[in-house]
Nanobody, 129 residues
């Protein structure tokens, strides 16, 4: 079982950048598909981006394509979300998640949050206009 800890959230003005990190514990953490999700005020949790175990396959929500980049460093058991050109509508709590059944998979990690097995506690991102 893996434990996930997010960091890097904060407050930024529109147009700014932040990089979120998700540190995973557990000797098999580097084998899992990983995803980033977010939940804005009064909204449901939405998919943001996913990455397969070796980082070769990434997927993004349409709303963040071209602005956000997901990556991973398996030597550090860490997944990143680089967020550029931030907008007020990006304000949310951001969560990372691990999907055990995507271990060593060359298929895209899915966008459905219910298919993920472990979640972090979240990190707050606030974008002001």
């Amino acid at each position: 079982q893996v434990q996930l800890v997010e960091s890097g959230g904060g407050s930024v003005q529109a147009g700014g950048s932040l990089r979120l990190s998700c540190a995973a514990s557990g000797r098999t953490a580097s084998s899992y598909g990983m995803g980033w999700f977010r939940q804005g005020p009064g909204k449901e949790r939405d998919f943001v981006a996913s990455i397969n175990w070796n980082g070769f396959i990434t997927t993004y929500a349409e709303s963040v394509k071209g602005r956000f980049t997901i990556s991973r460093d398996n030597a550090k058991n860490t997944v990143y979300l680089q967020m550029n050109s931030l907008k007020p509508e990006d304000t949310a709590i951001y969560y990372c998640a691990a999907r055990y059944s995507s271990a060593y998979s060359y298929a895209p990690a899915p966008s459905g949050g219910s298919t993920y097995d472990a979640w972090g506690q979240g990190t707050q991102v606030i974008v002001s206009s």
